[in-house]
């Protein structure tokens, strides 16, 4: 890490008013957030304060397409999930983003969440890099419908499983290893009887190629970059940080914990991010 940037980094971690300077004196903002942005929604995130996996990584795209048994195992393990990731509502810190947007200091947020809280917290300008949990896609002909609707046809189709409870895990799953899904039955596409995917990009996917760009677009535009909840482990996200070094426009980050860029930023709090960012709420 560069002295200069060592400096920087050491006052963020000590003056709480070092991150609300540094919004302050920008007027470009390209935002990305991750897991951390909405644990206090009541979804958990992936990974610990070193950037290494709390639980199994989620199920791949090859796995999921590849056998009937995989698809089971996931939609009976998101039908129990959804309950409560449907119900999700937005927390301070979406709150707080949408009020930078509204201020006009943000000109993009990009999230790697899939829950849209970014959305119903009032944020209009938002790319949803990883997809959308909310919708369903057939990957046969195209055809979408939305999650509520997919989580009625797997309630009727699997009626034993309607009471069944466990414990949260990321992303609308629910933590049922150990349990026999052999029997349960996963709904295929109306249009044509293609396999429905949650339209989400999985582990293994393709971010679409016109959503990086439009992304990268923003980047070159931008005077400085916030990152917020997430440790960018995954190439996606931290490619455009990689990309807002590489011009040499400052970047700052809210996380609990090591990022993949710790050695790029000029600023880091660590602290919970609706607690970083309350002051974007205040009068």
Known sequence: MAQATLAAYICAMVDPTALQSFLQSHSRIVVLTGAGCSTNSGIPDYRDSDGQWKRTPPVTYQAF??????????????????????????????????????????????????????????????IDLHGRLDRVRCMGCGATLSRASFQEELASANPHWRDLDAADAPDGDADLDGVDFTAFTVPACHVCGGILKPDVVFFGETVPREIVSTARDHVDQADAMLVVGTSLMVYSGFRFVRAAAERGIPIAAVNLGRTRADDLLSLKVEAPCDEALAFLLEG
């Open 65 to 126: 397409m590849g056998t009937e048994e995989t698809r089971r195992r996931y939609w009976a393990r998101s039908m129990v999930g959804w309950r409560r990731f449907g119900r999700a509502v937005p927390n301070g810190a979406h709150h707080a983003l949408a009020r930078l947007e509204a201020q006009g200091r943000s000109s993009l947020l990009v999230t790697q969440n899939v829950d849209r809280l970014h959305q119903a917290a009032g944020a209009s300008n938002v």
